[in-house]
């Protein structure tokens, strides 16, 4: 009711909306936040935007993040280690959250029965039986999806676009408080010791924008900049960065959009929209976001045999790629001109001491099984103190991990391997 509340209130005016906001709902996020802050949750999600979206609010509250991008891969990631929750997008390649989540219960009812039912575990379970919490996390947001999660095992149901306040609450209503293991280093944030209500209001400073490389416009079209800085905790480049990426990512989506319903694949169709429709909600691309919510309702549950009404299917498909269209052009305008475009002098690799290379190499070779991004980021700030040499692949460490690109990170480790070995 809250939510419906303040959602009424923001579309009569976002100052009226803030004021209203009961005080006390906000300090007790906070106060259970700090309980569970270094616990280690595993997110699901397959989408690059989404996933550096949730790990940015997740890494900034204090959360060890670890990233799966398929239901198969989460399964496994569950089997080989210990996660305090598990947040699971429904939607996904490979295999869904629903199902990924039924493996799962499968195998703990194994372990449970093969350890002859010693009862309840640590963690608290919606269904009754015993297991790591797991919270669909989808932009799934009907009532008949949220019983579809927790018939399918899990345990409670958060949406997109994230609200963080939201998402910190039902964490801190899952992950019994305990002694979590707290971060070496404190999560890598751009803003911290404020509320997300102080960093939306906060000024952009202009100055330290352009000193800094990630300066955005006072005014976006097509996008609630404020809205999209609060979700992020203020952390303007990461937010600037990803815009640019949904410009390149998705420029084509209407044609495909377009190209599926032509064939009258609704499934692939459907498949495309819900993804857009995650993107659009998390980068606060509010009338992308309306437009993919109207068109989602017309192709959701329609077939060959019962296609969506010819006129109101293209009049949802103008609007969506209308929009897009905007959207998209907007975010490329934040892309640098070429000519300002610096490239960094690519010196020679220096050669490092092989105890330094071996450590570095198995310590990078397991974050990146685990995907774990926040582990990654940790040894690229361990680089400095390791040693002189290694100092110079830090920033390198750093741009892997933020793109998440674990095949480069493994490929990094393979040449710290033979640089021990010889």
């Known amino acids: 009711p809250s939510m419906l509340f303040d959602t009424i209130m923001q579309a009569f005016g976002r100052e009226g909306a803030q004021k209203m ?20 949750v595993l997110l699901v ?28 891969e989460a399964v496994n990631a569950v089997r080989e280690n210990d996660y305090d929750a598990v947040l699971m997008d429904v939607q996904m390649p490979v295999m869904d959250g629903y199902e990924a989540t039924k493996e799962i219960r499968k195998w703990e009812n194994g372990i449970r029965k093969a350890e002859g039912g010693k009862g309840k575990s640590e963690f608290g379970s919606g269904n009754g039986e015993v297991g790591i919490p797991i919270i669909a996390m989808t932009a799934h947001a009907m009532t008949g999806d949220h019983e579809k999660s927790l018939a399918a095992g899990m345990d409670d149901h958060v949406t997109k676009p994230i609200d963080p306040d939201h998402l910190f609450a039902t964490l801190g209503k899952w992950i019994q408080p305990r002694e979590v293991t707290r971060p070496a280093v404190e999560p890598e944030t751009e803003v911290s010791g404020r509320s997300t209500a102080e960093i ?21 079209p097509g996008f609630d900049l404020s809205e999209g800085l609060q979700r992020l905790q203020g952390n303007r480049k990461l937010y ?51 437009a993919t919510v109207a068109l989602e309702k017309l192709v959701k549950h329609a077939d060959k045999n019962e296609p969506p009404p010819p006129e109101a299917l293209k009049s949802g498909l103008d609007a969506l790629e209308r929009t897009l269209n905007q959207a998209v052009e907007a975010a490329r305008t934040l892309k640098p001109p070429q000519a300002e475009v610096v490239q960094a002098k690519a010196g020679p690799a220096p050669t490092l001491p092989p105890e330094v290379a071996q450590r570095a190499a198995r310590r990078l070779r397991e974050a990146a099984g685990m ?9 690229a700030g361990d680089a400095y103190s390791d040693s002189g040499e290694f100092a110079f692949y830090a920033e390198k460490i750093r741009q892997l991990a933020e793109d998440f690109d674990f095949d480069g990170i493994v490929r990094l480790a393979d040449k710290f391997e033979k640089q021990a070995s010889t």
Request: aromatic share 4%.
């Open 21 to 40: 906001r009961p005080a006390g709902r906000r300090q007790k996020t906070t106060e259970e936040l700090q309980k569970i802050r270094g616990a280690h």
């Open 45 to 72: 999600e397959d989408n690059e935007i989404n996933q550096q979206v949730a790990r940015e609010i997740l890494a900034g509250a204090g959360f060890k993040v670890s990233v799966a991008g398929n239901g198969r």
């Open 200 to 220: 939306a209001q906060a000024p952009i400073d202009r100055a330290a924008a352009r000193e800094t490389g990630f300066q955005l416009p006072g005014v976006l």
């Open 240 to 290: 600037r960065k990803l815009l640019i990426n949904f410009a390149d990512g998705y420029a084509d989506s209407g044609v495909q959009i377009r190209q599926a319903l032509d064939a009258a694949d609704f499934g692939q169709a459907h498949s495309l929209v819900h993804s857009l429709k995650g993107v659009a909600g998390n980068l606060a691309a509010d009338r992308l976001q309306t």
């Open 371 to 379: 995907g774990d991004v926040t582990e990654i980021i940790a040894i």
